[in-house]
């Protein structure tokens, strides 16, 4: 086996510097999955999330208010009905 200047190994230097190679190389890619997480957020961004928080929230205004118009009009049609089966 071939020597270097320190009394190693040059295989053992190889695999080291290529261990070092490798663990770079997860490192970076964690940093880009991290990047990627924070520029486009999987749930979206604040933004788009306050809209369509405001968004839904009209939609529920809607819907309240049709269930009790709903209400009303059942309760008025079940007065009529009591009233033609009473006379």
Excluded at 5 to 29: E, F, W
Excluded at 67 to 83: D, F, G, L, P
Aim: hydrophobic fraction near 40%; glycine fraction near 10%; charged fraction near 15%.
């Amino acid at each position: 086996m071939l020597k270097n200047s320190s009394g190693t190994s040059s295989t053992g230097a190889a695999k080291s510097a290529q261990m070092i190679r490798i663990v770079l190389g997860v490192l970076l890619a964690i940093n880009l999955i991290g990047a990627g997480l924070v520029l486009f957020p999987p749930g979206g961004s604040a933004e788009y999330l306050e809209r369509q928080l405001g968004t839904l929230q009209s939609q529920v205004a809607q819907k309240r208010a049709l269930v009790e118009q709903t209400r009303k009009h059942a309760s008025s049609s079940k007065r009529v009905v009591r009233m033609e089966t009473s006379s």
